[in-house]
């Protein structure tokens, strides 16, 4: 399994109608720095219609890496089930997990190698995500949204001080093989059967058996997320009813920042409300209002440096307004389904929001 003391990794995706994207992420893997015979990628796809098997099964021979295939079975369905089916035929000594919508720097394998090589106690590590140069001005502004501190970058492994505990997200993560394998003594971990918020509730599994997380600042993949606002939305609400979901599941996995989009949403909303009718509260309105496009303002002229961009600095406002208020809306709907009126699951957004 070792060569010249590298380690060898399995990186295990799961797919479903994502042929473009794999295309890319595939290349990226071509561009790795690191030993093309130490890594294997294992695709589960979950019964594409665009042709994705198909086109796997036509490269597989031009590759220059161990490369492996397979189609969920028709009862077993979604990316947790994709991720254990991999694990269970991955030979690595770690696996390693990254979405089909990213895309991999060359130098990503060789900093997670170099990072395990410095502290081999390291049991499971996440990464983070970025947008590339060359992505469109609405994804510059989606990743500045989710890795603002301001939004959900203080959370997420955007930066290396956080207000919340650090969750390995199955964008940039992996685990060694022991945290997986079952023994007599210890039951191995996998991902549960969640519509949403599979990889939150897998890395709360992590923690509960006192595995050494690492967080790996410098290990980056390029995400490309949703690709329209509509979607994005879709998105971030299902975000916030995973959240009340993981809830129900393990209390710890609810802080209190997670409140702090459904809250500040209300509070806006209800002042707003309230100054329709006390005319006295406009003054102290504005002032409200103000403040927050002093933020959003200045996240736009952020973006806009960073990314040389008048049109990346515009898009941010949007796309924050919609984040906050997606994942605001979604947490307000499920904790009022499973808090409030103590039913079950509650789902969000189902239809095609896989494609």
């Known amino acids: ?20 994207e794999l295309k890319e992420l595939l290349e990226s ?8 015979d130490q890594f294997e990628v ?10 994705t098997h198909e086109w796997l099964d036509s490269i597989k021979n031009i590759l220059s890496f161990k490369f492996v295939t397979e189609i969920l ?22 696996f390693i997990f990254i979405d089909s919508d990213c895309i991999a ?28 140069d060359d992505f469109s001005p609405l994804l510059k502004a989606i990743n500045h949204s989710m890795t603002s501190f301001i939004s959900t970058g203080g959370m997420r492994g955007g930066k290396k001080k956080r207000l919340a505990k650090f969750y390995p997200r199955s964008f940039n993560m992996g685990i060694c093989r022991e945290l997986y394998e079952t023994t007599p003594e210890k039951k191995g971990i996998q991902f549960e059967g969640l519509r949403h918020g599979q990889d939150i509730l897998f890395s709360q599994q992590i923690k509960k058996r006192g595995a050494k997380i690492a967080y790996i600042p410098d290990s980056v993949v390029f995400h490309k997320r949703r690709t329209s606002l509509i ?19 393990d209390h710890a996995m609810l802080e209190p920042l997670h409140f702090a989009p459904a809250l500040g949403l ?20 504005l002032i409200c209002i103000a403040m927050i496009d002093i ?27 919609i984040q906050i208020s997606g994942y605001g809306l979604g947490f307000t709907a499920a904790f009022i389904w499973r808090v409030l009126l103590k039913k079950g699951e509650f789902a969000g957004f189902v239809k095609r929001y896989y494609e």
Do not use: C
């Open 73 to 94: 079975p028709e009862n077993i369905r979604y990316p947790g089930s994709a991720r254990n089916r991999g694990m269970e035929i991955a030979s690595g000594n770690y």
């Open 42 to 51: 294992i695709i589960i796809d979950d019964h594409s219609t665009d042709g």
């Open 231 to 249: 979607k994005f939305f879709r998105q971030v609400f299902n975000w916030g009813v995973a959240r009340i979901n993981l809830s129900r599941i």
């Open 105 to 132: 720097p060359p130098n990503w394998l060789y900093v997670i190698d170099k990072t395990l090589k410095n502290d081999p106690d390291i049991q499971a590590f996440g990464g983070r995500d970025d947008a590339r």
């Open 29 to 36: 893997f071509e561009n790795q720095t690191y030993p093309k």
């Open 266 to 285: 209300w509070l806006i909303m209800t002042f707003t409300l309230f100054t329709l009718f006390f005319r006295s509260l406009f003054s102290y309105w």
């Open 1 to 20: 399994m070792w060569k010249n003391n590298t380690y060898f990794f399995s990186i295990i995706i799961p797919s479903h109608n994502r042929k473009e």
């Open 295 to 321: 933020l959003l303002l200045g996240s736009g002229i952020h973006s806009a440096l960073k990314w040389k961009s008048l049109t990346t600095g515009l898009m941010v406002p949007i796309v924050m307004i």
